[in-house]
């Protein structure tokens, strides 16, 4: 007798009814061949065969599941997007080639010409990017107001406004939407609310839990976290991620097997990660706050953040990602990060390693000096996606970026 599943399964999620996000990251969505293996397998193949021709005509026809092609279905990729699903809290994930990719299909199967969106002026550049040059190009006409601005969100929405779409912590500045509101507002609008939740992932935020109908994500920062990989996902109800599900099978921005198994590995290491590289942050920053070269640090996990009390009543904790002003301008800001020696100067975030990043003139430099602004992108702004190194040390690397501040002859 056994109570154990062998052979050729999806594990029922069923036995996993009622646990923790930490426990789902590690073993939701697994699938075990006859071999029995422990660790995930990965199915490298782009098509699938068939036992007869009446079985090939059963599957194209849709009367019996299963596999066709990996531009459709892959069961690597079945299994990431049945973890992500779990931890969200969702019915439904489908898996993408990239961030970008995931925030694309959600636009393409859920709006049309005529519509309208409302959006976050703080967001990803190329999601800006994507809504102004591209999807406008479609006809679909975007608004971009404040995160925070209650009143701006609610002034923007207009008869045809159809979807909201917002990233809290905002980047670089980590400023906080409250989602209840939002939620609330797209409800009352009959438009979608749509959230970008890279920055804290399921393990530190459910944003379904709060009213949000849809989940996006870029894998590429800490669903992966080794930066090995670039993939998205969209999260949320069945009839709605079957709508981008269609969108992905005919237009073809799939996430590959290879890096779906990579995402599965990195999300049984992401509750863990989370909590080092929260830990690190604040650490960091409180201690930022003390150094004599430094004019402001913002980070929703220090207590004279404006929206502490709504992040910590959001999120389980306060995320990897903190920016701070330095006294002065681009000159010290560049002066700074070229005097750490081991954190990396490099845009991306959400990597095990520490990444320093002046936004700018990279992340955001694309921004008009008028959107610069109104986004709060100072010259003298610096932003740190903070990893899992020793605290002390990336407090030493730091310390040799104050040094050669004081030092420009160095
Ligand atoms: C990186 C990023 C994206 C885009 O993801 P890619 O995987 O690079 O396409 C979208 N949103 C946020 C918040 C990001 O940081």
């Given at each position: 007798?056994?109570?154990?599943?062998?052979?050729?399964?999806?594990?029922?999620?069923?036995?996993?009814?009622?646990?923790?996000?930490?426990?789902?990251?590690?073993?939701?969505?697994?699938?075990?061949?006859?071999?029995?293996?422990?660790?995930?397998?990965?199915?490298?193949?782009?098509?699938?065969?068939?036992?007869?021709?009446?079985?090939?005509?059963?599957?194209?026809?849709?009367?019996?599941?299963?596999?066709?092609?990996?531009?459709?279905?892959?069961?690597?990729?079945?299994?990431?997007?049945?973890?992500?699903?779990?931890?969200?809290?969702?019915?439904?994930?489908?898996?993408?080639?990239?961030?970008?990719?995931?925030?694309?299909?959600?636009?393409?199967?859920?709006?049309?010409?005529?519509?309208?969106?409302?959006?976050?002026?703080?967001?990803?550049?190329?999601?800006?990017?994507?809504?102004?040059?591209?999807?406008?190009?479609?006809?679909?006409?975007?608004?971009?107001?404040?995160?925070?601005?209650?009143?701006?969100?609610?002034?923007?929405?207009?008869?045809?406004?159809?979807?909201?779409?917002?990233?809290?912590?905002?980047?670089?500045?980590?400023?906080?939407?409250?989602?209840?509101?939002?939620?609330?507002?797209?409800?009352?609008?009959?438009?979608?609310?749509?959230?970008?939740?890279?920055?804290?992932?399921?393990?530190?935020?459910?944003?379904?839990?709060?009213?949000?109908?849809?989940?996006?994500?870029?894998?590429?920062?800490?669903?992966?976290?080794?930066?090995?990989?670039?993939?998205?996902?969209?999260?949320?109800?069945?009839?709605?991620?079957?709508?981008?599900?269609?969108?992905?099978?005919?237009?073809?921005?799939?996430?590959?097997?290879?890096?779906?198994?990579?995402?599965?590995?990195?999300?049984?290491?992401?509750?863990?990660?989370?909590?080092?590289?929260?830990?690190?942050?604040?650490?960091?920053?409180?201690?930022?706050?003390?150094?004599?070269?430094?004019?402001?640090?913002?980070?929703?996990?220090?207590?004279?953040?404006?929206?502490?009390?709504?992040?910590?009543r959001q999120q389980k904790g306060f995320g990897g990602v903190l920016s701070f002003r330095l006294k002065g301008g681009r000159e010290e800001a560049w002066r700074f990060v070229d005097g750490t020696r081991m954190i990396s100067i490099t845009a991306n975030l959400g990597d095990v390693k520490t990444t320093i990043t002046h936004p700018a003139t990279t992340t955001h430099g694309r921004l008009s000096p008028e959107d610069k602004a109104a986004a709060g992108i100072t010259e003298n702004l610096i932003r740190l996606s903070v990893g899992i190194e020793a605290v002390e040390d990336l407090k030493t690397d730091l310390s040799r970026g104050f040094h050669a501040l004081q030092n420009p002859s160095n």
């Open positions: 007798m056994t109570h154990r599943r062998e052979e050729n399964v999806w594990i029922p999620e069923s036995d996993l009814d009622g646990m923790t996000v930490d426990t789902l990251a590690v073993r939701a969505g697994q699938i075990r061949t006859g071999q029995l293996e422990h660790s995930d397998p990965i199915f490298p193949t782009s098509s699938f065969v068939y036992g007869s021709a009446a079985q090939a005509a059963a599957r194209f026809g849709g009367e019996e599941p299963g596999n066709i092609y990996s531009r459709f279905t892959n069961p690597t990729v079945q299994a990431f997007e049945g973890r992500i699903a779990a931890m969200e809290g969702a019915e439904r994930a489908v898996a993408t080639a990239s961030g970008m990719a995931a925030i694309l299909s959600t636009c393409m199967a859920l709006l049309k010409a005529g519509d309208h969106v409302v959006c976050s002026r703080g967001v990803f550049g190329t999601t800006n990017v994507l809504f102004q040059k591209y999807m406008a190009k479609f006809g679909v006409e975007t608004t971009f107001v404040s995160l925070t601005d209650m009143d701006a969100w609610a002034s923007a929405v207009r008869p045809e406004t159809r979807m909201l779409f917002i990233e809290t912590p905002s980047n670089p500045l980590c400023e906080v939407a409250d989602m209840e509101k939002l939620a609330a507002l797209a409800k009352a609008s009959d438009a979608l609310f749509v959230v970008d939740n890279c920055f804290c992932t399921p393990v530190l935020q459910r944003p379904l839990d709060f009213g949000a109908d849809i989940v996006v994500h870029s894998a590429t920062k800490y669903l992966d976290g080794q930066g090995r990989c670039v993939g998205g996902v969209v999260v949320g109800p069945d009839k709605l991620v079957d709508e981008v599900y269609g969108f992905l099978r005919s237009a073809g921005p799939t996430m590959s097997p290879f890096n779906a198994w990579v995402f599965l590995k990195g999300l049984e290491t992401l509750p863990i990660r989370m909590r080092a590289h929260c830990d690190n942050a604040l650490e960091l920053a409180l201690w930022l706050e003390q150094q004599e070269a430094v004019e402001q640090v913002f980070y929703a996990g220090l207590e004279s953040h404006p929206q502490h009390a709504l992040a910590a």
